[in-house]
């Protein structure tokens, strides 16, 4: 199973993005979603999350600018990330929790993308 992200970048502020992330392999079933994302001398912390039937939750400081949703169909997930800030500067990663056989769940990682919003 692999995680591949995209549609980071450098943007200015009050910009927008949309990242995205399609699983690929012998993938089951995918449960919860989620965006985490870690800056430079900090822990990664959820951004993010999505459960297979749509609920989200969001990190305080990006209510009403970020939004995330899923095609299950096509094993993506989304992340549309509107009136940026430089504090939104950081490594975003994909993180998704698949069923991969009849025996085997667990959480998989994509290899980040690099967003940078310039003040």
């Known amino acids: 199973v692999q995680l591949v992200e995209s549609g980071g970048g450098l943007v200015q502020a009050g910009g927008s993005l949309r990242l995205s992330c399609v699983a690929s392999?012998?993938?089951?079933?995918?449960?919860?979603m989620g965006w985490y994302r870690q800056a430079p001398g900090k822990q990664r912390e959820l951004v993010a999350s999505?459960?297979?039937?749509?609920?989200?939750n969001y990190e305080d400081s990006v209510k009403g600018r970020f939004t995330i949703s899923r095609e299950n169909a096509k094993n993506t997930l989304y992340l549309q990330m509107n009136s940026l800030e430089p504090e939104d500067t950081a490594v975003y990663y994909c993180?998704?929790?698949?069923?991969?056989?009849?025996?085997?769940?667990?959480?998989?990682w994509g290899q980040g993308t690099q967003v940078t919003v310039s003040s």
């Open positions: 993180n998704a929790d698949i069923v991969t056989t009849a025996f085997t769940r667990r959480p998989y």
């Open positions: 392999g012998r993938i089951i079933r995918i449960n919860d």
């Open positions: 999505i459960t297979s039937g749509g609920s989200t």
